[in-house]
């Protein structure tokens, strides 16, 4: 069982930064892909950024690329979403994910999720 925990959402206006974490307990991620998803009201929950615990390989989603970068952090066994230039559009809730394996469209494990709301 691997639980995680997000923190860091908030409301910003357009073109602010945030920064969200994922602490994990539970089992090492060394076997784990961790991911970051969101959903925003009336939506599909979407696929946001990914990264392959052991080796680092990350990978984007093409409308955040550039503004979002995924990363971790070994010794706290927490992940990151960096968000940068942020724009109404990304206002959701944002949850943290962890699957055994490389990258892959199911997920084993999920947070609560945190809220990011972006103001114009």
């Known amino acids: 069982q691997v639980y995680l925990l997000e923190s860091g959402g908030g409301s910003v206006q357009a073109g602010g930064s945030l920064r969200l974490s994922c602490a994990a307990s539970?089992?090492?991620?060394?076997?784990?892909?961790m991911g970051w998803f969101r959903q925003a009201p009336g939506k599909e929950r979407e696929f946001v950024a990914a990264?392959?615990?052991?080796?680092?390989?990350?990978n984007h989603e093409a409308s955040v690329k550039g503004r979002f970068t995924i990363s971790r952090d070994n010794a706290k066994n927490t992940v990151y979403l960096q968000m940068n230039s942020l724009k109404p559009e990304d206002t959701a809730l944002y949850y943290c994910?962890?699957?055994?394996?490389?990258?892959?469209?199911?997920?084993?494990?999920w947070g609560q999720g945190t809220q990011v709301t972006v103001s114009s």
């Open positions: 539970g089992r090492t991620l060394t076997d784990y892909t």
């Open positions: 994910a962890a699957r055994r394996g490389g990258l892959g469209l199911t997920y084993d494990y």
């Open positions: 990264i392959i615990w052991s080796i680092g390989f990350t």
